[in-house]
């Protein structure tokens, strides 16, 4: 996702650095004016009061307000296709559909759903909206709101690949098909609708099956190939847009990360547990709302597949302790690394996406890893520690990384650290951003950033159920 991406961090890093950053009292909400808000849910803003009101910390409280209903307020597009509900969901600075973060943007929702007729609407929408876009490009990590038109991205406007209208980027990563499964289970789940299941529904999941399938690249290359002109290595391909050589065992090729920056080694080890998880979900979906036995066979079966090997060759020994840990990229020859990113799927969100359980010893092992020098994106400044990745570079710290360190502690005291540190982070403007400087939060990227802002509303959430009187606390 880039402005290009590098340009888009520097214009981010200048608007940080001027005075109107925080200069509206802290207690005036951030929120636009009713009459301004792009979609508006009573649940919602009952959940708004009802969690608002356990936070203790003032300053907590008040973004909690401004990020929680931030996706809803600022970045959703309702209209119909063929008399049904269609919602397009960008990313906030960057007007496109991505599907992992539109999916991820609805997730702190998704429990609201029953009781909320229109949120209902806005969920099948959006499940339609992301079948649609799969069966335009499943290789596709990002759409267009007209599905006739070209990009809109000057960044992608070169790339050598198989560009379709109404296709805004084409990276392939598995966590694209991943996360509309996730979604679908979750809202099934949650609402016990199943309007949204319906043929098309279906052939979008059999297209995202198909797809995983092809790119465990058993008999060949597959047909994806992506090449970009761009000074930045992580923005393309290898050996002619197929990426670095691989032993064909099972694994699914994911030839870019969650961050949209390309693959070292093809299999992404966080993306392919994360399949696994994500297929299961689907099977579930298919057998109980779709009524589809077949479709459910065959993403179980996959799941099992990807599950077996992945445990066999996606592991690694620390040499500095002996340890056994989640590698974060293999090639399936007994080549890999260790680092973690803090896009998600991370090694470190393993447990939050339910890939593994959280009590999992080798997960606590590999996400202690993660959270340690061991980690060459681990940074520690004055103003905070936590994780970044290359895509913001080196020193930036992405708020959604300490979230996750929250949400996988039971220790009060780290808790309320992480909490200090996203207090810190916010520079004055009341919203989560992309990544903040270790030294000096004023120094960010992205100042509008629904998935992060959502991500931020989930801590709290999750604070409310497992440590009711932490959150009641002023940090």
Not at 48 to 67: H, K, T
Not at 84 to 91: N, S
Not at 425 to 435: R, V
Not at 443 to 449: I, P
Request: net charge neutral.
């Amino acid at each position: 996702m880039r402005m290009d991406r590098r340009a888009m961090i520097a214009a981010s890093l200048a608007m940080a650095a001027t005075p109107a950053v925080g200069a509206a009292p802290r207690a005036a909400s951030k929120r636009p004016a009713p009459a301004d808000r792009r979609f508006t849910s009573p649940a919602v803003e009952r959940e708004i009061a009802r969690i608002s009101a356990r936070i203790g910390d003032p300053e907590l409280r008040w973004m909690f307000g401004n990020c929680y209903p931030n996706t809803l307020d600022t970045t959703v597009f309702m209209d119909e296709v063929d008399g049904r509900p269609d919602a397009f969901v960008i990313t906030g600075d960057i007007e496109c559909l991505w599907l992992r973060d539109s999916s991820a943007q609805l997730n702190p929702y998704v429990h609201l759903a029953r009781d909320d007729a229109a949120l209902r609407q806005l969920f099948r929408g959006l499940i339609a909206r992301q079948a649609r876009s799969i069966l335009i490009d499943p290789y596709a990590n990002a759409f267009m709101r007209d599905p006739a038109a070209r990009t809109s991205l000057p960044w992608a406007l070169a790339d050598d690949t198989d560009m379709k209208p109404g296709v805004a980027e084409r990276k392939w990563e598995v966590d694209s098909l991943c996360y509309p499964m996730r979604l679908a289970h979750d809202y099934w789940r949650a609402s016990g609708d199943a309007a949204p299941f319906d043929a098309l529904w279906r052939d979008g999941a059999r297209a995202s099956i198909r797809t995983f399938r092809e790119q465990q690249r058993k008999d060949g290359p597959g047909p994806y190939r992506f090449l970009r002109r761009d000074r930045l290595a992580t923005e393309t391909l290898i050996l002619n847009g197929y990426g670095a050589p691989t032993r064909k065992v099972g694994m699914i090729h994911s030839m870019y990360r969650p961050s949209d920056d390309a693959c070292i080694f093809p299999f992404l080890v966080p993306a392919n547990l994360f399949a696994v998880a994500a297929l299961r979900k689907l099977a579930i979906v298919a057998s109980e709302a779709a009524k589809d036995d077949a479709l459910a066979r065959d993403a179980k079966a996959l799941a099992d597949e990807v599950e077996v090997a992945t445990r066999a060759h996606g592991t690694m020994i620390d040499p500095a302790t002996g340890d056994r840990l989640w590698a974060y990229e293999v090639d399936g020859f007994g080549n890999g690394h260790f680092m973690d990113d803090a896009n998600v799927p991370s090694l470190s969100a393993l447990a939050y996406l339910g890939a593994v359980p959280a009590d999992d010893p080798l997960f606590r092992r590999t996400a202690a890893a993660a959270w340690s020098e061991r980690n060459p994106y681990f940074f520690k400044g004055k103003a905070a520690e936590g994780i970044g990745g290359p895509h913001a570079g080196l020193r930036m710290i992405w708020p959604m990384a300490i979230v996750m360190r929250a949400m996988n502690s039971e220790d009060d005291a780290i808790i309320r650290q992480c909490l200090r540190w996203l207090k810190a982070s916010h520079a004055g403007t009341g919203f989560m951003h992309e990544a903040f400087d270790q030294d000096d939060p004023k120094s960010f990227t992205r100042h509008w950033f629904a998935w992060a802002n959502g991500l931020f509303g989930e801590l709290m959430l999750d604070l409310a159920r497992r440590k009711p009187a932490l959150l009641g606390e002023r940090v």
